[in-house]
């Protein structure tokens, strides 16, 4: 028994060191993150890193992603008092929901974690959805995304080791990449490993630190391979030296460091480091830092690191302020990710640069109405070179065996240009009966687009480029309504203004704005059992995310949720 005992313990420390558990948990004040932040790592979250390939699934909430790849809202509110709730989220540890689509759409997710002993906790989260019919509109149009990502907590007494393992396969039958050479279609595949290490107890008057790694390849057999190396660092001390002994009024002296490696035919490094200080009262918060960016074959890049937050009305009104700014690698597995139908040729490109936003700047307010209204509004400006942007790749055909006809343009070249954009940002949580939560986002872009043109012996600007893709607005509604103990319904939508592109002649062209509703509803056969419903795209608006390729349009989903 005890060889048995060993083997056991052996094989679950090596699991621990491959597999993931989710960010460590901070313990803050009722008015949010920007409040005093003491790290408690011991305090774990039962919920295993499920693979981000998501589908509409477990929560319900428009989503503007066509064949998995789309648009995120680009800019994410900075502050502090709101709860927002997060839509059908499980409240047991152990989930499975299977179903099937109208398309022959098969959905299935699988989410367990589990304490093995009293000082390991292993997760695993499983992943999957395709399509086996065509589109009407394009030719073998399906597709099919996987993901499998195995996770594992090992306590310590002086810390947490916590480890993971990603993988991520995504198929795409689409006509720039099903032909002849290619009859898989485009196969994209990801693996991600690291691990994590927390320290035991908090920063409160002892030195809490936390060092992280991991390696990421990305891959399309036949064409690009990428290699990246992370890591991270945080060091934290807390303590009352403004003799104030009020636990939620502190002054905290941290520093993060940040390593990024690149590889793609050629490496780029990028390592950040940013000291800051904390402190925090009754009716204030104020982080003041600076952040310092070591580059290979480029300047050393120095950004503020400044914000504030003010709290009024027995907090419940916040007005708040930040500056900063920061560079970061453009990555081919970002790229792949946000538009898998770019060439596979990325010779020209064997170094995608650094994207810098040399001036990021965002105010606003927070207030929270009656217990039951969170609100928020906010501005955000910002200075960013040398961005992504996708063009048509215009020397790019296909062709098929049973089909004479040369397919063009339907792939997509990089354009790498500055810019600068003012968001406006508002969203709004309403909890308007005991039964029925509603939410919204709203982001109105203006872009105002740079490209550096020599002249002489200085640089002169140009505003003739626009920002491809980018919408003028994103907005989505989303609402939870639980009728009784057997039924809930939900519903959300997704609204995006219009977009310019180029088209088959490389002329600017704009895209009609993008309108997606979709509703679901659960009906519960026993406690832990229930069966769903979702339609995506109820109208069937074909909506175009990239030139030329449209939307799934309508499509039923049907099966069951488990929890366990």
């Known amino acids: 028994m005890k060889n048995k005992s060993l083997i056991l313990s052996i094989l679950f420390v090596f699991i621990g060191f491959i597999a993931n558990a989710q960010s460590h948990n901070e313990q803050v004040t009722v008015e949010g993150s920007y409040r005093p932040q003491i790290k408690r790592s011991e305090r774990l979250v039962k919920t295993p890193e499920t693979p981000d390939n998501e589908f509409n699934i477990p929560n319900y909430k428009a989503d503007a992603r066509d064949f998995n790849y789309g648009y995120n809202m680009e800019v994410e509110t900075m502050s502090a008092i709101s709860y927002k709730a997060e839509y059908g989220v499980e409240g047991k540890n152990n989930f499975l929901k299977a179903g099937i689509g109208t398309r022959l759409s098969p959905v299935f997710l699988f989410r367990h974690y589990s304490d093995i002993s009293r000082n390991m906790s292993l997760g695993v989260g499983v992943k999957h959805y395709s399509s086996w019919l065509d589109q009407k509109d394009y030719k073998k149009s399906s597709f099919m995304n996987n993901a499998f990502n195995v996770m594992a907590v090992n306590k310590f007494r002086g810390g947490q080791l916590r480890s993971f393992v990603d993988y991520k396969y995504d ?18 595949h990801s693996m991600n490993v690291g691990a994590k290490w927390l320290s035991n107890g908090s920063s409160y008057r002892d030195f809490y630190t936390e060092f992280g790694g991991d390696y990421r390849a990305t891959w399309i057999p036949g ?24 636990i939620n009024e502190l002054q905290t002296v941290a520093a993060d460091v940040d390593l990024n490696y690149d590889n793609v035919y050629q490496g780029q490094l990028l390592v950040a480091v940013n000291p800051y200080f904390t402190m925090s009262g009754d009716f204030y918060h104020v982080h003041a830092g600076l952040r310092v960016d070591f580059k290979t074959g480029d300047n050393v890049g ?67 109405i009656a217990n039951n209204i969170d609100a928020h509004l906010g501005v955000r400006y910002r200075n960013i070179k040398n961005a992504v942007f996708y063009v048509p790749d215009t020397d790019f055909y296909a062709t098929y065996d049973e089909d004479a006809t040369a397919y063009h343009l339907q792939a997509f070249d990089l354009f790498f240009n500055d810019y600068n954009v003012v968001n406006v940002l508002a969203d709004l949580h309403w909890k308007a009966m005991e039964k029925l939560d509603v939410a919204a986002e709203l982001s109105i872009n203006n872009y105002v687009m740079k490209t550096n043109i020599p002249e002489g012996n200085h640089i002169a ?13 994103t907005m989505t509604l989303r609402s939870d309504y639980r009728f009784d103990e057997k039924w809930k319904f939900n519903a959300a939508v997704m609204l995006m203004g219009n ?17 997606d509703f979709q ?33 799934l349009g309508f499509e039923l989903f049907a099966g069951i949720k488990y929890r366990f």
């Open 461 to 473: 600007y140009y505003d003739y480029q626009e920002a491809w893709y980018k919408p003028s607005f």
């Open 171 to 188: 198929m795409y039958h689409l006509r720039a990449y099903d032909n002849v050479m290619n009859p898989n279609g485009r196969n994209i």
């Open 519 to 551: 509703i679901g509803a659960d009906y519960k056969i026993q406690e832990d059992l229930a069966a769903f419903v979702e339609i995506h795209n109820l109208f069937n608006n074909k909506y175009q995310l990239y030139y030329n390729y449209p939307s």
């Open 223 to 246: 064409g690009t391979t990428e290699h990246q190396l992370n890591g991270n660092a945080h060091m934290a001390y807390s303590d009352n030296w403004f003799d104030n002994k009020n």
């Open 302 to 368: 120095f950004y503020p690191d400044v914000l504030g937050s003010v709290f009024v009305l027995d907090n419940s009104l916040e007005f708040y302020a930040k500056f900063g700014g920061r560079s970061k690698i453009n990555t081919f597995a970002d790229i792949i990710a946000e538009n898998p139908f770019v060439t596979t040729n990325f010779t020209n490109f064997s170094e995608f640069g650094y994207e810098t936003t040399k001036i990021d700047f965002q105010g606003g307010v927070k207030s929270k």
């Open 499 to 515: 977009r310019w592109a180029k088209d088959f002649d490389n002329v600017a062209v704009q895209l009609d704005p993008a309108f």
